[in-house]
């Protein structure tokens, strides 16, 4: 664990521990990976500018979001298949969050019941994608509801799936088609085949789809089962309203990119929006989320804006603040953390997290998280003259 000084550290050492398919699913962006790199492009294109001799001693990254304090203004993005890559990584993922006070996002496209995930973190968000039918949508829904979560996501940049040429390139499909190159890569990773997938197996079964639909998907692992993709390409505005209208809950849309959408979602009732662009998985060449994050904080001034997308550091937490977010969500690391070290990796993972954000804000000069604006970037946001004179 003494080993894991930052969160590309995780990522390292799962490349190691995880089968080049599985590992290939949570590294994997789409085509040329021209969105995944312009994510990191986009905070690097971004400078902060500090304030010195400002008494820090007391400064709190406490953050307040939907009636509710938490440790940091991060939290855990959802990932499909993390029980594939970590055992119970859904599980291990919420558990983690309670200890830790941040907010875990479970994703629709997971291997584990979200009844399970929701008895081990009741205040745990759920992340639908929605079923293509009216009916399905309502079924899900009112799983969801009945499981006592708070805060339903509902992502809307899925309307077909992506081009999958990487995923095939590393050997993963979903269900996974036994091979020979599949068998070896169990068997010349031990530590994952016998700590993780076997382990899962001879425990609960095997992994199933479980949460896309209210009834149970396709098998992870099959030679023939195809997975039931619903065709979302007639989904529109009037489906959302009907989510709004069945959910008494806290309602988050992700996946905005233009901020005539996110008007429109806030006319339709939503409490939050997450800019994001699926971490660069779905429509390679999509703007980075933190590039059209002040457009969307502007034209939408009621509801707080989050974002996710290449957050690695805890100066993107910060530039991503500055820039009008009131909370960021970070995925792949956190998986990462998961399949090596389990929970005590996600906890560790976050506590680096942690660390970089307050060893940031005191080099800022910030004692909280509300300070952090416009006025610590540079190039000069609004108003230049102001930029560097505070």
Same mark, same amino acid.
């Given at each position: 664990m003494s080993e894991m000084l930052c969160l590309d550290d995780f990522e390292a050492a799962a490349r190691r521990h995880l089968p080049a398919p599985v590992f290939g699913y949570i590294a994997s962006a789409a085509e040329r990976y021209r969105s995944f790199?312009?994510?990191?492009?986009?905070?690097?294109?971004?400078g902060l500018v500090t304030r010195v001799l400002v008494d820090i001693s007391r400064r709190s990254m406490a953050t307040p979001l939907f009636g509710r304090t938490y440790a940091s203004p991060f939290g855990i993005a959802p990932m499909g298949l993390a029980a594939l890559s970590a055992y119970r990584g859904d599980i291990v993922l919420a558990e983690a969050a309670a200890q830790e006070n941040v907010p875990?996002?479970?994703?629709?496209s997971s291997l584990i019941p979200l009844e399970q995930v929701a008895r081990v973190n009741p205040e745990a968000w759920f992340q639908a994608y929605l079923p293509g039918d009216e009916p399905n949508i309502v079924a899900l829904i009112e799983r969801v509801r009945a499981a006592n979560f708070g805060t339903l996501v509902v992502t809307v940049d899925t309307p077909v799936q992506p081009n999958r040429e990487n995923y095939a390139r590393a050997g993963f499909s979903a269900p996974?088609?036994?091979?020979?190159?599949?068998?070896?890569?169990?068997?010349t990773h031990p530590r994952w085949l016998f700590g993780t997938f076997l382990r899962t197996v001879v425990r609960h079964g095997l992994p199933h789809f479980e949460n896309n639909y209210a009834t149970r998907g396709a098998p992870i692992l099959s030679p023939n089962v195809q997975r039931d993709f619903a !065709?979302?390409?007639? =989904?529109?505005?009037?489906?959302?309203?009907?989510i709004r209208k069945l959910w008494p809950g806290t309602l988050v849309i992700k996946g905005i990119l233009d901020a005539r959408d996110a008007r429109m979602a806030v006319d339709a009732g939503v409490d939050g929006i997450i800019v994001s662009n699926h971490g660069g998985r779905q429509l390679d060449g999509a703007v980075a989320p933190l590039r059209v994050l002040p457009h969307v904080v502007r034209a939408c001034p009621s509801v707080p804006v989050m974002l996710d997308s290449g957050v690695r550091r805890g100066s993107d937490v910060l530039k991503a603040l500055a820039l009008g977010a009131k909370f960021v969500f970070v995925g792949r690391p956190f998986c990462y953390a998961a399949a090596v070290q389990g929970r005590a990796g996600v906890c560790k993972a976050i506590a680096l997290m942690k660390h970089e954000v307050s060893r940031n804000m005191a080099m800022l000069g910030v004692t909280s998280v509300a300070e952090i !604006?416009?006025?610590? =970037?540079?190039?000069?946001r609004g108003q230049p003259s102001e930029a560097g004179t505070r």
């Amino acid at each position: 664990m003494s080993e894991m000084l930052c969160l590309d550290d995780f990522e390292a050492a799962a490349r190691r521990h995880l089968p080049a398919p599985v590992f290939g699913y949570i590294a994997s962006a789409a085509e040329r990976y021209r969105s995944f790199q312009g994510n990191r492009e986009a905070f690097d294109d971004v400078g902060l500018v500090t304030r010195v001799l400002v008494d820090i001693s007391r400064r709190s990254m406490a953050t307040p979001l939907f009636g509710r304090t938490y440790a940091s203004p991060f939290g855990i993005a959802p990932m499909g298949l993390a029980a594939l890559s970590a055992y119970r990584g859904d599980i291990v993922l919420a558990e983690a969050a309670a200890q830790e006070n941040v907010p875990m996002i479970m994703s629709g496209s997971s291997l584990i019941p979200l009844e399970q995930v929701a008895r081990v973190n009741p205040e745990a968000w759920f992340q639908a994608y929605l079923p293509g039918d009216e009916p399905n949508i309502v079924a899900l829904i009112e799983r969801v509801r009945a499981a006592n979560f708070g805060t339903l996501v509902v992502t809307v940049d899925t309307p077909v799936q992506p081009n999958r040429e990487n995923y095939a390139r590393a050997g993963f499909s979903a269900p996974l088609r036994p091979s020979a190159r599949l068998a070896w890569e169990g068997v010349t990773h031990p530590r994952w085949l016998f700590g993780t997938f076997l382990r899962t197996v001879v425990r609960h079964g095997l992994p199933h789809f479980e949460n896309n639909y209210a009834t149970r998907g396709a098998p992870i692992l099959s030679p023939n089962v195809q997975r039931d993709f619903a !065709d979302r390409g007639h =989904l529109d505005w009037r489906h959302f309203a009907l989510i709004r209208k069945l959910w008494p809950g806290t309602l988050v849309i992700k996946g905005i990119l233009d901020a005539r959408d996110a008007r429109m979602a806030v006319d339709a009732g939503v409490d939050g929006i997450i800019v994001s662009n699926h971490g660069g998985r779905q429509l390679d060449g999509a703007v980075a989320p933190l590039r059209v994050l002040p457009h969307v904080v502007r034209a939408c001034p009621s509801v707080p804006v989050m974002l996710d997308s290449g957050v690695r550091r805890g100066s993107d937490v910060l530039k991503a603040l500055a820039l009008g977010a009131k909370f960021v969500f970070v995925g792949r690391p956190f998986c990462y953390a998961a399949a090596v070290q389990g929970r005590a990796g996600v906890c560790k993972a976050i506590a680096l997290m942690k660390h970089e954000v307050s060893r940031n804000m005191a080099m800022l000069g910030v004692t909280s998280v509300a300070e952090i !604006d416009e006025r610590f =970037l540079w190039p000069p946001r609004g108003q230049p003259s102001e930029a560097g004179t505070r």
